[in-house]
């Protein structure tokens, strides 16, 4: 399974972005995506989740102005980025919790969880 992401940059204070992570491989069905975030020195922080059923959980930092969203046909995840902060300068990392398939043979499944990290996507935000 890989999970690509997307849509980082640099940005003003005030300004909007837009993240998507897409994972691909052997999935059977995904049970949580969501955002982390990592300034270099400090340890990577949660940004938001959503899970299979769309609930959701956002870090206090982000709240209202984030808003994760997915498309389970897609098997993507977005990060809607409004009102950014220069304290929202972080290399972002999609992360997924996912039943891979091990097997689909003879029309028997079987299936493992496993969790996934994505590549890294920077996002600036000046003052």
């Known amino acids: 399974v890989q999970l690509q992401a997307s849509g980082g940059g640099l940005v003003q204070a005030g300004g909007s972005l837009r993240l998507s992570c897409r994972a691909s491989?052997?999935?059977?069905?995904?049970?949580?995506m969501g955002w982390y975030r990592q300034v270099q020195g400090k340890e990577r922080e949660l940004v938001a989740t959503m899970t299979s059923t769309e609930i959701t959980n956002y870090s206090d930092s982000v709240k209202g102005r984030f808003t994760i969203s997915g498309d389970s046909a897609k098997n993507t995840v977005y990060l809607q980025m409004n009102s950014l902060k220069p304290e929202d300068t972080a290399v972002y990392f999609c992360?997924?919790?996912?039943?891979?398939?091990?097997?689909?043979?003879?029309?028997?499944?079987?299936?493992?969880?496993?969790?996934?990290w994505g590549k890294g996507t920077q996002v600036t935000v000046s003052s």
């Open positions: 992360n997924a919790d996912v039943n891979v398939i091990d097997s689909d043979y003879a029309d028997t499944l079987s299936y493992h969880s496993e969790n996934f």
């Open positions: 491989g052997r999935i059977f069905t995904i049970n949580t």
